[in-house]
């Protein structure tokens, strides 16, 4: 009965090659959330929908990109990963007054 | 600047001793507060939130957490850990339940 659902849980890729990260939700949530957590530090949020609204944080950086193609699913594009970017990748929902977390995808850059 | 706080990084007790984890923010307007766990290998659970009225809240698996605006704290507790505790716990700041704003975590350790 999970209600999100991140794919894989663990990803290795190479220094600049492109990635995707993937997150399901069967709650139906009209709101999405993709947090960055590096370790030993707290999540950062990088954008969230508000169902198709895509609303990036300032200091995203342009190599992360994001897609929801329907409500149930949301993807994280990482364009050209560097070794900065190994990290914990938490994707959540929220309605009303709770965000339900995904477990991660933890990802690693060689 | 918006920000929370918690102070410990790493805390040991013994199961059975009380706990509790400080959190301190810093947020221009009303704040939405929560705290949230975390384990091994898994996403983060909330805990237990603070929107208004009774600065006591209570939460899942035993714990409670008071709100004092003098202080601008929103500490964690429990009254006695279990084993099963051991986990990293994150206090967030928010505006409601959007855009929040986590601290850096307090690892907790629990001894038998």
């Known amino acids: 009965d999970a209600m999100v659902i991140q794919n894989p849980r663990y990803q290795v890729t190479q220094f600049g090659k492109p990635v995707t990260l993937s997150c399901s939700q069967t709650?139906?949530?009209?709101?999405m959330y993709w947090y960055q957590q590096k370790s030993s530090q707290a999540p950062k949020l990088l954008f969230h929908y508000y169902d198709k609204d895509f609303n990036n944080e300032a200091d995203t950086p342009d190599n992360f990109q994001s897609r929801r193609p329907n409500t149930s699913f949301c993807f994280l594009d990482i364009r050209s990963p560097g070794l900065g970017d190994a990290a914990m990748y938490l994707c959540?929902?929220?309605?009303?007054?709770?965000?339900?977390f995904g477990p991660g995808t933890r990802l690693t850059v060689l | 600047a918006q920000s929370v706080t918690q102070p410990d990084i790493h805390i040991t007790v013994s199961e059975g001793a009380s706990l509790e984890l400080r959190c301190n923010y810093s947020y221009g307007a009303t704040p939405y507060l929560f705290w949230y766990v975390q384990s091994p290998g898994q996403g983060l659970q909330l805990l237990l939130k603070?929107?208004?009225?009774?600065?006591l809240v209570q939460g899942i698996k035993g714990f409670e957490a008071e709100f004092k605006r003098s202080q601008s704290s929103f500490n964690l507790r429990k009254p006695s850990v279990h084993w099963s505790d051991a986990a990293e716990y994150f206090c967030a700041v928010g505006p409601y339940t959007d855009k929040l704003i986590f601290g850096t975590g307090t690892r907790l350790q629990v001894f038998p």
């Open positions: 709650l139906n949530h009209n709101v």
């Open positions: 959540a929902t929220s309605a009303r007054d709770t965000q339900y």
């Open positions: 603070y929107f208004s009225g009774d600065t």
